[in-house]
């Protein structure tokens, strides 16, 4: 007996009902996208209201296939918060608690200890460590932490990447230490870091940023640095060649104008961090001088040390232009070198000191003060993630981050502009999904199902983008 197959309905194609057809306005973005050219906000604009939101993901993906081609990005690490308590209360944030309320940690250098022993064990890479502003910890705590990471991992002859900080903590570190000046914050803030970099500091992670406008902070994180200094703790930390990632914090009060000036903020400050690096671009007309919002600014961007400065226009979407990437390393029984990197023979010199990845995280409300808002839904995050790839022409990589995206919206991402989704985590406090656990774990395994089913060739990375290859250990492919 031969079974009857029945016929299934074709897939929609772009003309039928359910999908909006061409947005014939995008025509010129796609023209400058095809050339690797500069988007403007008033094309951020456009790519944001526009209902042919799979246009938008195209263009987003045409990007990311010419920078990355089919390899999509994951690694090994864990995400340690050393401590909840935080002198700050974010209307957005639901980690923070006051020193003695029920559910505040501090954790000792024991528990870090014990933490980087698991880590070893299961052969991460990195340690990604954040926490609240504590009102009273001693600077050296800070010190004591980051080098804990590095010499535990190395007594037990491995190398893990401490990526800990975020801007706003540095600049509360150099309030303790009390080098903080508020007529000359540059120098305290490189005091912070050059100290944090000799206890083993390997780079900074992007949180802290929010979104960068006045009028939102105010209303939403009073209190917390603006954007000016969030951009001099990166350009300092670029200066000691340290590299740093950047996020947008988008979905709650503010607005997708909002999301474009950030953007562009973020891309000006990486224009000058590439120039440094030996990158040259073309001053563009009407550059410089020029705020975000069109307005006329004294200097370039807006934070300390750029007055009056050129700063080119660099495009790292324009086929032939080499990424600043490291070359690849052998990771064999969870061991790799921790010598200085040598220098990928096509990108200019010397090849640290530049924001990495951008990481859009959807604003999560519950248990927030902000809990009456609705937060993004799905097309939004999407979406968002995609208008980031296209504005940010000079981030090498877009990271989809998993625990706030999902899984599988972490696929989608895939396919509209991320390289990226970010590693095993295991705990993660900050924000949770669909539940009240901290644990948040997937094993390399599924990470590496997930990239394939969309599509993609999985590549385990460390935190500076090389690549990780294994034979001997737990991950390594053959004990698959
Ligand atoms: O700075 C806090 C954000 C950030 C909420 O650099 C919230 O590789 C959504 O920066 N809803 C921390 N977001 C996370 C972060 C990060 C994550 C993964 C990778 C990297 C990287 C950086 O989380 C905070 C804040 O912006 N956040 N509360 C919330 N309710």
């Known amino acids: 007996m031969t079974a009857t197959l029945e016929r299934r309905p074709s897939a929609p ?3 039928s009902p359910g999908r909006p057809l061409f947005d014939e306005r995008l025509k010129a973005i796609r023209a400058k996208v095809e050339k690797g050219e500069r988007l403007s906000l008033e094309d951020g604009e456009l790519l944001f209201t526009t209902p ?4 938008v993901c195209e263009l987003a993906d045409t990007v990311r296939r010419r920078l990355h081609g089919d390899t999509a990005f994951y690694n090994i690490n864990r995400h340690l918060n050393y401590s909840n308590v935080c002198a700050l209360s974010c209307k957005f944030c639901e980690f923070y608690r006051k020193k003695d309320e029920p559910g505040a940690y501090t954790r000792d250098m024991e528990y870090v200890k014990n933490q980087v022993r698991e880590a070893v064990e299961n052969g991460a890479t990195e340690m990604h460590s954040v926490g609240g502003l504590h009102p009273y910890l001693p600077f050296s705590y800070y010190t004591d932490l980051v080098s804990t990471i590095r010499d535990t991992a190395r007594s037990l002859g491995s190398e893990l990447h401490v990526k800990a900080f975020t801007a706003v903590e540095i600049v509360h570190l150099a309030k303790i230490a009390k080098v903080y000046k508020a007529d000359d914050r ?4 490189r005091f912070v870091l050059e100290k944090l970099k000799e206890a083993g500091l390997g780079s900074l992670p992007g949180g802290g940023a929010e979104v960068f406008d006045d009028r939102v902070h105010d209303e939403a994180y009073k209190g917390k640095i603006r954007s000016d200094v969030w951009l001099d703790v990166h350009r300092v930390a670029h200066d000691l060649g340290l590299n740093t990632n950047a996020t947008i914090l988008y979905g709650h009060i503010e607005d997708r104008h909002d999301r474009l000036v950030h953007m562009d903020m973020l891309r000006r400050a990486q224009d000058r961090a590439l120039a440094n690096m030996g990158y040259e671009g073309e001053v563009a007309k009407g550059q410089r001088g020029k705020g975000a919002k069109g307005e006329e600014e004294p200097g370039h961007l807006g934070y300390s040390g750029d007055e009056g400065a050129d700063v080119p226009v660099i495009t790292l979407t324009r086929d032939g232009t080499p990424l600043p990437e490291h070359v690849a390393f052998s990771n064999s029984s969870v061991s790799h070198p921790s010598a200085p990197l040598p220098l990928c023979p096509s990108a ?3 090849t640290t000191g530049y924001f990495q990845t951008i990481i859009p995280l959807p604003f999560f409300p519950d248990g927030s003060e902000l809990e009456h808002l609705p937060g993004p839904a799905g097309l939004e995050n999407l979406r968002t993630l995609a208008i980031s790839r296209l504005m940010l022409d000079n981030f090498p990589h877009v990271k989809a981050f998993w625990i706030m995206q999902t899984l599988p919206m972490a696929q989608l991402m895939l396919q509209s ?6 590693g095993t985590v295991v705990w993660y406090d900050i924000t949770k999904v669909g539940g009240s656990s901290t644990h948040q ?3 390399v395994w599924t990470l ?8 993609f060739k999985p590549v385990e990375r460390d935190t500076l983008y090389r690549h990780v290859q294994r034979s ?6 053959a004990n698959r």
């Not at 042919?52 to 246009?55: F, G, K, L, S």
């Not at 590496?448 to 599509?455: D, L």
């Not at 001997?472 to 492919?477: A, D, E, I, Y």
Request: charged share 25%.
């Open 417 to 422: 502009g991320a390289d990226d989704i970010d």
């Open 52 to 55: 042919d939101i799979w246009t």
């Open 13 to 15: 194609s772009a003309a």
């Open 472 to 477: 001997g250990n737990k991950w390594s492919p």
């Open 448 to 455: 590496q199902k997930a990239i394939r089913e969309a599509g």
């Open 348 to 350: 200019p010199s010397p």
């Open 441 to 443: 774990e997937v094993n």
């Open 186 to 189: 540059v120098s305290g803030i």
